[in-house]
Every structure is written in C-alpha cells, then in structure tokens.
C-alpha cells in the first residue's frame, strides 16, 4: 500500500510539474526581496553574579540562512537573535551558572547546507570552545531540490566541523518551517514543497538523534499559533514577513522562545 501511495504522488508530480515550474518562477518574479536587517551581530552580556557559578563564560553561536539573518524584521533586535538574547539573561540556569555570555550571529539570506558549511570552514578557530551553536538550514535547500543523500552529508560534515573546529558541546538544529503554510507560495506547489521539506526535516531528525551532544528542535508551530490567538481564529499571515515567506517579528519572538527552553535544558543536560 504504501509503494502504491508513492507511486500515485510520483505520477500526480509529473502531471504538475508544468504548474509547479510556472509557480516557481512567478514566485521568484514576483516576491518582494526583504533585506537582511541592520543590526549587531555579535556581543557580550554581563550575567548576575552568583556563588554558583561553575564557568566564566556561554558561548553562543547562532549559524545559518535568512531566518536566522533576521529576514522579515525591521532590525536585529525585532529578530531571532535580538529576541533569544534578551530571554536567555532572564534564564535562572544561565544567570546561575555563568557570569558572561558571548554570542554572535554568522547568518547570510540564501545559504543552503553547502553554503553554511563552507562559511564554517572560512571562519577562523575560535580563542575559545563554543558552549551551544544554533542552526537554521533547510529552506535554501528545499527550494532547491537538494537530494535527501546529498542533504544527509552535508549535514553529517557540518556536524562534524562543529564539534572538532569549534569544539561545539551542545548543537541545536531547528526544524525545517512549515513551507506549505506559507502565505507566498500558492497551491498545489505549496503542498510538493511542503512535503519536500518534510521529507528533509525526517532525515534531519534521524541525524541528530544518532550523534551525541546533536539536538533536534522542533519549532511548534501549533503551539505559537495557540499563544498568540488565545483560543480565537487568526490569519495565518501574521506569523509570516509581508514577503508571505519570511518569519514575522512575532514568529521570531516564539521561536526564541522555544529556543531558550531548549538551549537550558541542553546545558543542564551537560551539566547534570
């Protein structure tokens, strides 16, 4: 049944593969190019002082693609980063062990995997080891029709030059967005590059489920939807950049969310 079920969705994308190529190109055409927003993208915040505190420093580093750039917001501080920052401090585990944190942000619109490796190869040794690096990879990817195997490699190498260049102790990859539910890409294509997506987020999962010190994030989308409505029906469009692509300013306040949570239990993980 279930070869059956591939074959039929194999057949059903080569009939639409015509829609697909003129969707694709109008979306490319069409689709307002948001740039990158301005903005610090590295620094260092004094943390409360404690008599716990076992290490000097976090260091933290935020890696990857235009999400993690911040694509979509009027500044870094409206971003990913310029929102995870702020709550981090906050963060009892953090402020109890650790009297600074380190943080920058190595992000560029249009990295793919290959991209993000190759610029971690670039980049110089760091004086120190990096405590916690966050990856945003995938959507370049998708878009580009990457293979599952070529993707797994990629991925297996960034994992690697993480742990052996940067000396990386905890790797979060966040999980692919939900590409179907983007406003700017009409349907059917919506539902071939969603399932595409997915299909990359699966084997992502099973990476990092097979490497120690890898974790896998998964971006609850249901559930920044539910904050944010409060019970009550909402335009999906809020959650998206007026690209219909892009995260939203609000998005990247859930989604560091979501990231603190997983950045403490990560360390108290290590620490425990």
Known sequence: MVKTNKLTSVAKDILLAPVYLYQGRKIKRDTVRLPEPNGERNGRVKLNQSTDVKKTTLNLMVVGDSAAAGVGSASQQEALVGKLIPILTQQPTINTQ????????QATTGHTSF?????????????????????????????????????QQQIEDIIAIAQRKFGVRELIFSSLPPMAQMPAIPTPLNNFVGAKASMLDTVLQKICADHDGVNYMATDFARMIEEHSNGTPIDIAVMFASDGFHPSSLMY???????????????????A
């Open 115 to 151: 991209d993000i490796l190759r610029r971690l190869y670039i980049l110089p040794m760091p004086s120190q080891p990096v405590d916690v690096m966050v990856l945003s990879v995938g959507v370049n990817d998708t878009t580009s029709n990457v293979s599952t195997h070529k993707w």
């Open 253 to 271: 306040g859930y989604w560091a969310q979501q990231l603190s949570e997983q950045i403490v239990q990560a360390i108290e993980t290590t620490t």
């Open 98 to 105: 650790f009297e600074e944190l380190i943080w920058s942000l």
